[in-house]
T-cell receptor
């Protein structure tokens, strides 16, 4: 979850494609993870969360996969729509027992019609 | 309509001036947080409060101050000691309780600019 500078990685997809956004988390003690969507100039919006006792969780058009062995999280968006265009970032709780989240820098998703 | 509100949406600060950003929530959440977001960077924690009348410094508290006199409100003051205040400021809240597995919900943000 460290800052990597001004330029976010970008994923460009066509409308209707499935999108996969990846996140490598840093703390093996983390036991709770959240994906957020942030549109330009707005606050982050909760998408889906997952606890470490699960490896997959599904929502509406979204699926989160958790691989604790390699400390990797992914967000899959089915049938991507232009309204899905935003920055997506993951957060981990660091296993501190208090909700102090550590946030990734994010991936920009661009969906073209 | 439940949620988190932040005001103002844009705020301009002059040199040497303290400014206060408002954050209000009607979600009945115990815990509240302030983050700073700079372009291309992850959110960084400024201050957090687990309960009324109690708050702790986050990772970048220097130049900032907060108060938590009411459960619903967690204002952030950006003091003149903060030399690089230009950023997007985000307030969040969570149900609290210390489980460490709580969703944080965010407000719409305040963009602070220096004149």
């Amino acid at each position: 979850g460290e800052s990597v500078g001004l330029h976010l990685p970008t994923l460009s997809v066509q409308e209707g494609d499935n999108s996969i956004i990846n996140c490598a988390y840093s703390n093996s003690a983390s036991d709770y993870f959240i994906w957020y969507k942030q549109e330009s100039g707005k606050g982050p919006q909760f998408i889906i969360d997952i606890r470490s006792n699960m490896d997959k969780r599904q929502g509406q058009r979204v699926t989160v996969l958790l691989n604790k062995t390699v400390k990797h999280l992914s967000l899959q968006i089915a049938a991507t729509q232009p309204g899905d265009s935003a920055v997506y970032f993951c957060a981990e709780n660091g296993g501190t027992g208090f909700q102090k989240l550590v946030f990734g820098t994010g991936t920009r998703l661009l969906v073209s019609p | 309509d439940g949620g988190i509100t932040q005001s103002p949406k844009y705020l301009f600060r002059k040199e040497g001036q303290n400014v206060t950003l408002s954050c209000e929530q009607n979600l009945n959440h115990d815990a509240m947080y302030w983050y700073r977001q700079d372009p291309g960077q992850g959110l960084r924690l400024i201050y957090y409060s687990q309960i009324v009348n109690d708050f702790q410094k986050g990772d970048i508290a220097e130049g900032y101050s907060v108060s938590r006199e009411k459960k619903e409100s967690f204002p952030l003051t950006v003091t003149s000691a903060q030399k690089n205040p230009t950023a997007f400021y985000l307030c969040a809240s969570s149900i609290g309780g210390g489980s460490g597995q709580e969703t944080q919900y965010f407000g719409p943000g305040t963009r602070l600019l220096v004149l």
